[in-house]
Antibody
Framework: QVQLQESGPGLVKPSQTLSLTCTVSGGSTRSGSYYWTWIRQPAGKGLEWIGRMYTSGTINYNPSLESRVTISVDTSKNQFSLNVTSVTAADTAVYYC?????????????WGQGTTVTVSS | EIVLTQSPGTLSLSPGERATLSCRASQSISSDFVSWYQQKPGRAPRLLIYAASSRATGIPDRFSGSGSETDFTLTISRLEPEDFAVYYCQQYGSSQITFGQGTRLEIK
């Protein structure tokens, strides 16, 4: 059974870079049947898609975040990562990693439990 | 960007009743790429429906989805106590993925 687990600092200072990693267990980031994606959710609010990366290398980002966001995949470690630069308090949220699967027509069928990131000095 | 608008914002019903949740898109989208998620407090979202009407693995058959073009619906035929949660629709057919703002289903 595939599981995803987010990891990274829970507190980031304003103007710095937020870096998170999602470790995939029970499955492979090498498979061409999936994409790997990040979503965030500020407290009490809805879901905001950040971006996704296919194993082929194709990457899509939310236009509202594109200038500050980088997603990458490290198949040797079976992980994928998120970097958000120049963070502000508005980037405070629970960050989820998830998988989009071909056999569910690329809906997000597996999610990590989420990790809370607070931007504060 | 395709905007998804969910209604109602909050739905108050009793266990055993039928719930109908709506999701309207700002432009026509392929039903192949519309999904619904359930989220309970403190938990990650869970995929319920993909391709507008296909139930994800392990989802009870009281959950069903329908719709096309700009109007999509999630129906819960007979509410169980564990169904009270927030529900999000999502489209992922374009290079951009968007979510609706959510419908909160609460116990009346």
């Amino acid at each position: 059974q595939v599981q995803l687990q987010e990891s990274g600092p829970g507190l980031v200072k304003p103007s710095q870079t937020l870096s998170l990693t999602c470790t995939v267990s029970g499955g492979s980031t090498r498979s061409g049947s999936y994409y790997w994606t990040w979503i965030r959710q500020p407290a009490g609010k809805g879901l905001e898609w950040i971006g996704r990366m296919y194993t082929s290398g194709t990457i899509n980002y939310n236009p509202s975040l594109e200038s500050r966001v980088t997603i990458s995949v490290d198949t040797s470690k079976n992980q994928f990562s998120l970097n958000v630069t120049s963070v502000t308090a508005a980037d405070t949220a629970v960050y989820y990693c998830a998988r989009g699967a071909r056999n569910s027509l690329y809906a997000m069928d597996v999610w990590g439990q989420g990790t809370t990131v607070t931007v504060s000095s | 960007e395709i905007v998804l608008t969910q209604s109602p914002g909050t739905l108050s019903l009793s266990p055993g009743e039928r719930a109908t949740l709506s999701c309207r898109a700002s432009q026509s989208i392929s039903s192949d790429f519309v999904s619904w998620y359930q989220q309970k407090p403190g938990r990650a979202p869970r995929l319920l429906i993909y391709a507008a009407s296909s139930r994800a693995t392990g989802i009870p058959d009281r959950f069903s989805g329908s719709g096309s073009e700009t109007d999509f619906t999630l129906t819960i035929s007979r509410l169980e106590p564990e169904d009270f949660a927030v529900y999000y629709c999502q489209q992922y057919g374009s290079s951009q993925i968007t979510f609706g703002q959510g419908t909160r289903l609460e116990i009346k």
